[in-house]
């Protein structure tokens, strides 16, 4: 079954990208009438989310739970919610250059997931509770249609910003993209570190005070507290990380920024010019108007979505595996500070009407805490939460 489940992933990954290239097609096609290339796009899009969902039924009869308890799983669910945000705008809206934006960031979030862990693991006493399956996928879903709007805003400050020079705007919707490449960088890196069997073991004293072993899979840069290399033949760490930081992950992080600056020139010495300046002729024709409704109503859907899942679910759930609904986790933190963005987001729109650009920045930034949440605080910050 885990094989089966494994299989079905993978072909919903490779429809996701064949969809891609036909959303691609259908921008070279007059509006007018029938768009042979979007009806196909759309097409394998659904099989692919129906391939999905049924790689995320099998591995949970595989598992015997909702298969949402570690990174692996939650991303891959993450990006199942965001294909089903889209196929479901797509229909509403028949805007197909969201789905030439959207596909490839889930084909991105996706193998971002199989870079972790990915075996089937018994749940550890905490999470052995239905209220996995309500807090988790609830989160999930309202951060997949919260990330609609960051796609509907990118569109919209590529095709809206000036790239005939250089200026402050160009600059963080060029850092933007730059991020997106780095994970794209991330994800080839491990995969060929992985392939290569990549190894290195330290033996590191945890904030308990207890020694335990610590495995990297790509060089180290930085290690682990009091960590002492015990495979011989591989780079000795160039400095050591306090017991609260997980040096291993962010060993990754490092690893990953390098990679994407790498990949960012590669790209640049190519195409000759910004990726935001390349990318502007292909959504010149989209309705700005449009882009600006769907981004605020995918904010205004998928607001009450999270705080439901992210913060309300999740008090509740805490308030019965630890006896109180609050404890300052980082996760927890960071899922407040995102929850009072977007509520700040929807105030600057009804009180202040912030429309076009204004917006689509805010939802843009608004992803990034989302990222940043489930990258940066994953990778790096020990909590009660690390065990994802």
Known sequence: MYELSSNFLFIAFICY??????FGGSMKVNDKGPNKWATLGISVTLIGFLSQLTYFVTRWIAAGHAPVSN???FITFFGMMLIAAFILIHFIYKLNIIGLFALPIAII????????PHEIKPLVPSLKSYWLHIHVTTAALGEA???ISFITGLIYL???????KSSKKTFWLEAVLYFLVTVVAFI????????????????????????????YNLPSIVGPHKGELT?????????????????????????????????????RLIIRKRIAAFLQPFVQKVDSELLDEIGYRSVAIGFPVFTLGGLIFAMIWAQIAWTKFWSWDPKEDWALITWLFYAVFLHFRFNRNWQGEKSAWLAVIGFAIIMFNLIAVNLIIAGLHSYA
């Open 109 to 116: 979030i996706i193998a971002y997931a199989t870079v972790f």
């Open 158 to 164: 590529i095709k809206n910003i000036d790239q005939t």
């Open 188 to 215: 080839l890196l491990s995969t060929a570190f992985n392939a290569s069997g990549y190894e290195a073991k330290y033996n590191w004293v945890n904030k308990d005070k207890v020694k335990e072993e610590m495995i």
């Open 145 to 147: 249609i919260l990330a």
């Open 231 to 267: 495979t011989s033949g591989k780079f000795e760490a160039l400095a050591e990380m306090p017991a609260m930081v997980n040096a291993k992950k962010l060993n990754t992080v490092i690893w990953s920024i390098f990679a994407g600056a790498a990949l960012y020139l590669v790209i």
């Open 17 to 22: 990208i064949v969809a891609t290239f036909f």
């Open 71 to 73: 990174l692996f799983e």
